[in-house]
């Protein structure tokens, strides 16, 4: 009997040892995973100094980091959440949300959130993370589409230099390429269009032109129409290249940084880039090389502009949820906002953080972009459900080629109504 009471106990205590082992350790300490989008080195930095500092000073609620990429987040997510392998703490995009938040794997932050924080994000922002009656995210970096210009070549040409009071618009920006171009001789473009990623180009520089392109009706569901408006933007893009050929059509194809070398050797005088690509620009740039950056050019919608802001959500699953928001009020303080926002040369949602004096400086174009941070506003396509699908499916090769001239704008305009509408309605079914 004592035998067998012994040996009772030693598996007793070896089944316990494995289950300890297989939760981790049971000392009280809640653990958070934290998976995070940063790539570029100074964003990472900062990233991951903040998890340091705020372990640090909470030992009872410990954060790991996890390394996400931007170029598989979304199934990443979509496979994790399934799985309910899904992170506590998730860095993703505005426009990659509505499915994950009409699906239920994303936590509802409006009783989570702390008011310092809610107040010092502005109500616009805030719209890029809210479907239905929830908010999804927080939405605490954003980023401009900016004119990048060589400095010289735009000055020797006698062109009006636009400045965020008073930008060009899009018929005196056609007219304009068309003069530096003249100027600058065979072989060489006023502007270098880089749209590998077309559609998030044409729909947030479509904004200043008016242009929604995405409608929701009374019952709620959302609708494509391509009106004139819609098209002023991919029109004036189509006409630089296939009309006044002041854009080269070899660059459509490209992404931003292709796009850079040309740029250094004075073979473009612009090209319309998101705002954090001044950093490269900056470790790139041969020395004496000269740039400045300007505004993106407007409409009849005004210096307005559509931006999905990079978010930070809360996964439905997660066990820890007023852990993970008590994380967030600390990682989205002002002055943590400021460091992230310089880390990632983007532009913080923060009201105070956007104060921030070296955020209004003129060197490296950060005044510009400051200036035009207070008129983006929420991208045509934040809350449609169906989107990726639409924008991978129909919008992309739309409307790559009818910058390339495969297509005319007829054509343009029957596919994203027609065939997508057909793609958003599978999403839209009761």
């Known amino acids: 009997m004592r035998r067998l009471l012994a040996l009772i106990a030693l598996l007793t205590l070896l089944l316990t040892g494995c289950t300890a082992s297989d939760d981790g350790p049971d000392d009280g300490v809640v653990r958070l995973r934290f998976q995070s989008l940063a790539w570029q080195k100074e964003s990472v930095d900062a990233n991951r100094q903040l998890v340091k500092e705020w372990n640090a000073a909470h030992p009872g609620v410990q954060v790991e980091y996890v390394q996400g990429s931007w170029d598989s987040v979304h199934d990443q997510l979509l496979t994790s959440f399934e799985g309910g392998e899904a992170p506590d703490i998730i860095h993703d995009a505005s426009d990659d949300l509505a499915d994950f938040a009409y699906g239920g794997h994303l936590a509802d932050l409006r009783p989570l959130l702390p008011e310092r924080l809610r107040a010092d994000i502005p109500a616009r922002s805030w ?67 880089p749209l590998k990623e077309p559609v998030s180009v044409s729909l947030n520089l479509g904004v200043s032109a008016g242009g929604r392109l995405f409608y929701r009706g009374p019952d709620g569901r959302v609708t494509v129409d391509f009106t004139e408006a819609d098209g002023i933007v991919p029109g004036t893009v189509h006409d630089q290249v296939a009309t006044d050929r002041t854009a080269p059509r070899t660059t459509l194809g ?66 820890h949820k007023k852990e993970a928001a008590e994380f967030l009020d600390f990682f989205l303080r002002p002055a943590n906002m400021v460091r992230l926002a310089r880390g990632d040369w983007m532009l913080p949602t923060g009201t105070a953080a956007l104060a921030d004096p070296s955020l209004h400086t003129a060197r490296d174009g950060w005044a510009t972009g400051a200036a035009v941070a207070e008129h983006l506003r929420p991208a045509p396509a934040q809350s449609v459900r169906g989107y990726p699908e639409w924008k991978d499916k129909v919008a992309t090769p739309a409307f790559q080629e009818y910058y390339s001239g495969a297509i005319d704008g007829t054509e343009l305009c029957r596919r994203l109504v027609e065939d997508g509408n057909r793609v958003l309605a599978r999403y839209q079914r009761r």
Not at 255 to 283: C, E, H, N, W
């Open 254 to 319: 490209s992404g931003g940084s292709d796009t850079l070398p040309g740029f250094f050797a004075g073979k473009y005088a612009m090209v319309p880039l998101g705002f954090a690509y001044r950093q490269q620009i900056v470790q790139q740039a041969p020395e004496g090389f000269e740039w400045t950056v300007l505004p993106a050019p407007v409409g009849s919608g005004g210096t307005a502009q559509g931006v999905s802001p990079q978010t930070l959500s809360i996964a439905e699953d997660s066990p």
């Open 127 to 193: 719209e890029t993370t809210t479907f239905g009656e929830g908010v999804y995210g927080v939405p605490f970096l954003q980023e401009p589409r900016v004119l990048i210009a060589n400095r010289r070549i735009l000055e020797s040409s006698g062109v009006r230099v636009p400045t965020p009071a008073k930008p060009w618009t899009w018929t005196e920006f056609r007219q304009i390429a068309q003069d530096l171009t003249r100027t600058m001789g065979p072989g060489r473009y006023a502007v270098a269009w």
